[in-house]
């Protein structure tokens, strides 16, 4: 079983920034797909960035997110820039590996003046 630990969330201002991690316990080359999720109050889980043969981002975050992963191939980052009140929500780290689905416990963002 693959251990997922999200961190980095909490409270930013209208066009604040903040990272988020995502540590896990699987070296990531072993991972067929990582990404981020999100899940707004009242609103079903969606995906915003996935890292496999290379890195895609949803239109609602793109140019402002970015997906990545560290040298040690052991951490998912996603950048977060010019963060809006609709980006609040939780966040969500998710691996994919042959069949196998792991999701992390999730980290709150809040988007707030």
Same mark, same amino acid.
Not at 31 to 58: C, D, L
Not at 61 to 68: A, D, L, N, P
Not at 77 to 84: A, E, G, H, P, T
């Given at each position: ?7 980095? &969330? =909490?409270? #930013?201002?209208?066009? =604040? +920034?903040?990272?988020? %991690? ?6 990531? +080359?072993? !991972? ?20 496999? /043969? =290379? ?9 402002? !997110?970015?997906? +990545?992963? @560290? ?15 609709? @980006?609040?929500? @939780?966040?969500?780290?998710? /691996?994919?590996? &042959? ?6 416990? &999730?980290?709150? #963002?809040? /988007? %707030? %003046?």
């Amino acid at each position: 079983q693959v251990q997922l630990v999200e961190s980095g &969330g =909490g409270l #930013v201002q209208p066009g =604040g +920034s903040l990272r988020l %991690s995502c540590e896990t316990t699987r070296i990531i +080359s072993s !991972f067929n797909a990582m990404g981020w999720y999100r899940q707004a109050p009242g609103k079903q889980r969606e995906e915003i960035a996935r890292i496999s /043969v =290379g890195t895609n981002h949803e239109d609602s975050v793109k140019g402002r !997110f970015t997906i +990545s992963r @560290d040298h040690a191939k052991t951490t998912l980052y996603l950048q977060m820039n010019s963060l809006k009140p609709e @980006d609040k929500a @939780d966040y969500y780290c998710h /691996v994919l590996q &042959g069949i196998n689905s792991s999701w992390g416990q &999730g980290t709150q #963002v809040t /988007v %707030s %003046s």
